[in-house]
């Protein structure tokens, strides 16, 4: 017998193949890949008109997603941090956002004008709060972490977003309430915009967070960043960011292309077997995802293949539909190599299932089916590699996704909750949540 959920998490997985959705490379939740190829190509048929009335520089990428570019301002923070955006503080003579800086509308510069350092005020040395995967969210339209609130642009949707290194941010945004075109940003330490990354594409962090692979939507230039948002490499390819580690650079390719391994020091490279979505911290092992059509549906599938030798034997490979715990589509490697973490369904292309599995066997550790499923929308796997953080779709039933959470979920299912459950506006199967936790 089926509970509600496995039910809803059936239903879903139907509207997905229905909807014929495709996995790319990026480090991302397959649903995040899935809506930023979409908003390409709906990019791609106002890029004429843009040129006509926006000047061909920075300023062409915020005002396609934003309206004004950025100017200088304060970031805003709280002794506290609210439970629901109606607590949300809401002095306004300046506002961090993840484009940026914006100060009010009577304040902003013309669009020609470039985006300026950054001046914001940084608490004394040794007082700074630092953000860390483990502390950081995004609530709404601002970035927390312990009692410092980062505040965006008003309306800004934070679609996923990473922890660098030192402290700063790679985000990944759209605005709610304008054009649907994504823009990918890394901020400083302080929520000051440090590089714009371009529209509608994707990205990997290093697992130290010291470099940032990415690739935007109109460009087929792949390039590597490090965590201050300097220029380290980059490279013509139309490959897809896959992941990084060090000095590598994984860029996924299909079969016709494979994939590629680039060393951004020394600019060599090798190849690889097609549907590189994922590298070991040790670059040992990768993952790989792919779809098989079948008479039924497409059957989702993934392997891990051996780095260190020349001919990167396959080490596990699965093959699973429907309710099969071996529908998985890995994502990421966890801290020490140990899991794969990924999704095992879509409900189209916005709330999904989290699934663990043991690396050394493709043994399903949580996730698949019975009471081992979790579903939200982004998570990441702790570094304790036993507890997992998830944005949690705590609704009853699941489909329409009316409600959210943050919750800290062992790998046996014991969860407690990190931050208040919140409604979601307007419940359906393609609400966006309100929380979102890092990679």
Same mark, same amino acid.
């Given at each position: 017998?089926?509970?509600?959920?496995?039910?809803?998490?059936?239903?879903?997985?139907?509207?997905?193949?229905?909807?014929?959705?495709?996995?790319?490379?990026?480090?991302?939740?397959?649903?995040?890949?899935?809506?930023?190829?979409?908003?390409?190509?709906?990019?791609?048929?106002?890029?004429?008109?843009?040129?006509?009335?926006?000047?061909?520089?920075?300023?062409?990428?915020?005002?396609?997603?934003?309206?004004?570019?950025?100017?200088?301002?304060?970031?805003?923070?709280?002794?506290?941090?609210?439970?629901?955006?109606?607590?949300?503080?809401?002095?306004?003579?300046?506002?961090?956002?993840?484009?940026?800086?914006?100060?009010?509308?009577?304040?902003?510069?013309?669009?020609?004008?470039?985006?300026?350092?950054?001046?914001?005020?940084?608490?004394?040395?040794?007082?700074?709060?630092?953000?860390?995967?483990?502390?950081?969210?995004?609530?709404?339209?601002?970035?927390?972490?312990?009692?410092?609130?980062?505040?965006?642009?008003?309306?800004?949707?934070?679609?996923?977003?990473?922890?660098?290194?030192?402290?700063?941010?790679?985000?990944?945004?759209?605005?709610?309430?304008?054009?649907?075109?994504?823009?990918?940003?890394?901020? @400083?330490? +302080?929520?000051? =915009? %440090?590089? &714009?990354?371009?529209?509608? #594409?994707?990205?990997?962090? /290093?697992?130290?967070?010291? $470099?940032?692979?990415?690739?935007?939507?109109?460009?087929?230039?792949?390039?590597?960043?490090?965590?201050?948002?300097?220029?380290?490499?980059?490279?013509?390819?139309?490959?897809?960011?896959?992941?990084?580690?060090?000095?590598?650079?994984?860029?996924?390719?299909?079969?016709?292309?494979?994939?590629?391994?680039?060393?951004?020091?020394?600019?060599?490279?090798?190849?690889?077997?097609?549907?590189?979505?994922?590298?070991?911290?040790?670059?040992?092992?990768?993952?790989?995802?792919?779809?098989?059509?079948?008479?039924?549906?497409?059957?989702?599938?993934?392997?891990?293949?051996?780095?260190?030798?020349?001919?990167?034997?396959?080490?596990?490979?699965?093959?699973?539909?429907?309710?099969?715990?071996?529908?998985?589509?890995?994502?990421?490697?966890? @801290?020490? +190599?140990?899991? =794969? %973490?990924? &999704?095992?369904?879509?409900? #189209?292309?916005?709330?999904? /299932?989290?699934?663990?599995? $043991?690396?050394?066997?493709?043994?399903?550790?949580?996730?698949?089916?019975?009471?081992?499923?979790?579903?939200?929308?982004?998570?990441?796997?702790?570094?304790?590699?036993?507890?997992?953080?998830?944005?949690?779709?705590?609704?009853?039933?699941?489909?329409?996704?009316?409600?959210?959470?943050?919750?800290?979920?062992?790998?046996?299912?014991?969860?407690?909750?990190?931050?208040?459950?919140?409604?979601?506006?307007?419940?359906?199967?393609?609400?966006?949540?309100?929380?979102?936790?890092?990679?």
């Amino acid at each position: 017998m089926t509970t509600p959920d496995q039910e809803n998490e059936l239903q879903a997985l139907l509207r997905q193949h229905a909807g014929g959705i495709e996995v790319s490379g990026d480090f991302a939740p397959v649903a995040i890949a899935r809506r930023r190829r979409d908003r390409r190509n709906r990019a791609v048929l106002g890029a004429a008109a843009a040129v006509a009335v926006i000047a061909v520089a920075v300023p062409t990428v915020w005002s396609a997603g934003r309206g004004t570019p950025p100017v200088p301002a304060l970031t805003t923070s709280s002794t506290s941090v609210p439970s629901s955006p109606s607590s949300v503080p809401t002095q306004t003579p300046s506002v961090t956002t993840g484009t940026g800086t914006v100060a009010p509308p009577t304040s902003a510069p013309p669009l020609t004008s470039a985006p300026p350092t950054a001046t914001g005020t940084i608490p004394p040395s040794g007082t700074a709060q630092v953000a860390t995967r483990g502390t950081a969210y995004a609530l709404d339209d601002t970035i927390r972490f312990g009692d410092k609130v980062f505040r965006l642009q008003k309306g800004t949707a934070v679609e996923t977003f990473a922890v660098l290194g030192n402290g700063g941010f790679v985000v990944a945004s759209h605005m709610s309430d304008g054009p649907s075109q994504s823009i990918m940003e890394i901020l @400083s330490p +302080g929520g000051r =915009l %440090v590089t &714009s990354l371009g529209v509608s #594409g994707t990205y990997a962090v /290093s697992p130290d967070g010291s $470099r940032v692979l990415a690739k935007s939507g109109d460009s087929d230039t792949v390039v590597v960043y490090a965590a201050d948002g300097s220029k380290v490499a980059q490279r013509t390819d139309d490959r897809e960011p896959g992941a990084i580690v060090g000095d590598l650079a994984y860029l996924t390719g299909d079969t016709t292309t494979g994939s590629l391994e680039w060393d951004v020091a020394t600019g060599t490279s090798r190849k690889l077997p097609a549907h590189v979505v994922a590298v070991s911290p040790d670059r040992s092992r990768a993952a790989l995802q792919w779809f098989v059509a079948t008479d039924a549906m497409d059957e989702a599938c993934w392997a891990v293949v051996d780095l260190t030798r020349s001919t990167f034997p396959k080490t596990v490979e699965r093959c699973g539909a429907g309710q099969n715990p071996t529908m998985f589509m890995p994502t990421a490697f966890s @801290s020490r +190599g140990t899991y =794969l %973490v990924g &999704s095992h369904y879509l409900d #189209g292309g916005f709330w999904f /299932s989290a699934g663990v599995v $043991r690396v050394s066997d493709g043994t399903v550790v949580l996730g698949g089916t019975g009471d081992r499923v979790v579903s939200g929308w982004t998570w990441h796997l702790g570094d304790d590699e036993s507890t997992l953080v998830i944005s949690r779709n705590t609704s009853k039933p699941l489909t329409p996704a009316a409600r959210n959470t943050v919750q800290r979920c062992t790998l046996a299912m014991d969860c407690s909750v990190l931050h208040p459950e919140i409604g979601l506006s307007n419940p359906s199967s393609f609400t966006e949540p309100r929380y979102v936790v890092p990679r």
